[in-house]
């Protein structure tokens, strides 16, 4: 079973910067593909950010300029920059691996994010 561990959510101030990290580990194959979700208060769990191991990246439109993903395949990482935070980013992010793309991903136990304003 893969095991995904999320680190370093926090409290920052609006306008302020985070780097979320993510290590996977008993990966048996090729994570593929590796992510950020969160989920905010009242609504359901969104995706923040997607890498491949392409390369190729998906972004909410509400992060699009402001968040950017990352891998190191080696160390089996995903990161993610968090920068011109909103209060309105505020939520629980948790950490998405799969190894195709029309599969379920496997899911860390989350990092809580709190901005304030």
């Known amino acids: 079973q893969v095991q995904l561990v999320e680190s370093g959510g926090g409290l920052v101030q609006a306008g302020g910067s985070l780097r979320l990290s993510c290590a996977a580990s008993r990966s048996y194959f090729p994570l593929n593909f590796m992510g950020w979700y969160r989920q905010i208060a009242g609504k359901e769990r969104e995706l923040v950010a997607e890498?491949?191991?392409?390369?190729?990246?998906t972004y909410a439109d509400s992060v699009k300029g402001r968040f950017t993903i990352s891998r190191d395949d080696a160390m089996e990482m995903v990161y993610l920059e968090m920068n011109s935070l909103k209060p309105e980013d505020t939520g629980v992010y948790y950490c998405?691996?799969?190894?195709?793309?029309?599969?379920?991903?496997?899911w860390g136990t989350g990092t809580r994010v709190t901005v304030s304003s």
């Open positions: 890498m491949a191991r392409s390369g190729d990246t």
């Open positions: 998405s691996a799969r190894r195709f793309s029309y599969e379920h991903n496997f």
